[in-house]
């Protein structure tokens, strides 16, 4: 058997963390067919886990069809261990559950959205969007009608390409994509860089539309701990050493969804050596971007779009609505890019790519951008002051973004804080929804606009 490291500072559990290093071993050759795995007593006495954990982890790779437990004797691993493809994607049934989750933030009901990744519209109406699509719809030259072109609206790419160099990312107007908003742009990454049963490294915790979209590909997920500075490099690193090759690493550099937390300087260069040496392409989701300054570490910045991809969008300042996401990357990859959006959705809206022109030429976005990340930043210092009291527990100490992420102090589940809430008129996400696995967890994610008395008074009595 390979030599297999645990993480103790892991938010994974143990039984977890075991099985996904032991179908690392076995789908990449490491374990032999036919090979007897380790006694469940040697591997917990090895591993200084309980026997539970271990039997937990054999007894899941048995259910995937990669161990062969047989009675008195032990755990063989399959002659054909390898998973078989399938036109239901495994997991489907969670997926599921995550589309519903969704479908409580996004329809209509009575909710208090807490624990949603956008702001209240009051917060952003400030912008007047309904004069600037008057505006646009009212010139002799607007595209209602008509398809746009394959890249997007070649003035709004211009506008993004000064925006991106202001931000130290160097690139032309024709590396970048216009999109239906972050969750198309991660869709045509899949489309164009991955095929089925391809492993993809992803964050742990996470946003779990990304989880759903690799599921939904047959994709091999391999989570990778979010810590306060970013990815654990070092968990990282013993996954490479060990043999796993991934196709991309999505993650977010900034303002970290659900975490709040962000990137490092000496690990943004640690994570791009480690790129390089293993030959990975990192998508840097950037959804949060215009909360953080410019100066913040970005990938891109450093990279220069050659191991890097970055994504970014306006759904999250302007309009969740309105769906104009933007793609940066190498011009090679980025054509192919192209093409794969014409074959899934032939163009994006340029009506609606005008509108955002619009609004970040005429309409004193930059001032809407310093007046919202000040009510932010006073939302999370207030919003924190209220958690400490009431004894919760914070992961990270992010001032600019809209998330914390925090524990009820007797870590009780989330998933039963989020049914409680719901009664009590609240929306919460529960941790196990930003877990690639959707294991239980004690985790929440709060958004810091949605701060009420009425959340207040029953933040005081759970």
């Known amino acids: 058997m390979p030599p297999i490291a645990l993480d103790p500072h892991s938010p994974l559990p143990p039984q977890q963390q075991l099985c996904r290093l032991l179908q690392q071993a076995i789908q990449q050759g490491q374990l032999a067919a036919g090979s ?16 539970y954990a271990v039997l937990a982890a054999y007894e899941e790779l048995a259910g995937m ?20 493809r399938q036109a239901r994607p495994a997991h489907l049934d969670q997926v599921l559950d995550v589309a519903l989750l969704i479908r409580g933030l996004v329809e209509p009901n009575n909710l208090l959205k807490c624990g949603s990744g956008a702001l209240p519209k009051e917060w952003l109406q400030g912008l007047d969007l309904h004069r600037h699509l008057r505006s646009v719809a009212a010139r002799p030259g607007a595209n209602v009608y008509c398809y746009g072109s394959a890249l997007g609206y070649a003035p709004l790419r211009d506008v993004l390409q000064q925006r ?8 032309s107007a024709e590396q970048i994509l216009l999109t239906a908003g972050s969750t198309h742009s991660l869709e045509l990454l899949i489309r164009c860089c991955c095929a089925t049963g391809d ?18 590909s047959g994709m091999a997920m391999q989570a990778v701990p979010r810590q306060a500075d970013g990815p654990d490099l070092d968990a990282l690193e013993n996954l490479l050493r060990g043999g796993l090759r991934p196709r991309l690493f ?30 990975f392409t990192i998508v840097d989701d950037d959804i949060y971007s215009d909360f953080a300054t410019d100066q913040a570490p970005r990938l891109a910045n450093l ?10 969008g306006f759904s999250k300042t302007i309009s969740s609505d309105l769906r104009v996401g933007y793609i940066a990357a190498a011009a090679p990859l980025l ?32 001032r809407h951008m310093t007046q919202l990340r000040k009510r932010v930043a006073d939302g999370q210092d207030s919003m924190r002051q209220l958690l400490s009291a009431c004894g919760w527990h914070t992961f990270a100490a992010a001032t600019q ?4 992420w925090c524990r009820h102090p007797a870590g009780k589940d989330s998933l039963l804080l989020a049914q409680e809430a719901a009664a009590a008129g609240f929306w919460f996400a529960p941790g196990s929804a930003f877990d690639p696995d959707h294991q239980p967890s004690a985790w929440l994610r709060f958004n810091v606009a949605y701060d009420t008395p009425e959340l207040r008074a029953w933040l005081s009595t759970i």
């Not at 991106?164 to 690139?171: F, M, T």
Request: one cysteine or more.
């Open 335 to 366: 054509q192919t890019l192209a093409r794969v959006k014409l074959m899934i959705s032939i163009t994006t809206s340029e009506f609606i790519e005008q509108a955002i022109y619009q609004v970040l030429t005429h309409g004193h976005y930059e």
């Open 164 to 171: 991106l160099a202001r931000r130290g990312i160097d690139c």
């Open 303 to 312: 990279d220069g779009l050659q191991r890097v991809v970055y994504l970014s």
């Open 250 to 279: 999505f993650m977010q550099s900034l303002l970290h969804n659900p975490t709040g937390s962000s990137l490092s300087w000496s690990k943004a260069h640690r994570l791009l050596r480690l790129a390089e040496d293993y030959d």
């Open 199 to 216: 492993t993809v490294l992803v964050e742990a915790p996470g946003y779990y539309n990304l989880f759903s979209l690799l599921h939904l």
């Open 36 to 51: 007897k795995m380790a006694s469940i007593r040697a591997l917990a006495a090895q591993l200084g886990i309980s026997r």
């Open 401 to 404: 973004g809209m998330f914390i």
């Open 65 to 84: 069809g990669l161990l062969n437990p047989r009675h008195g004797s032990g755990y063989y691993v399959r002659i054909n261990a390898t998973p078989p």
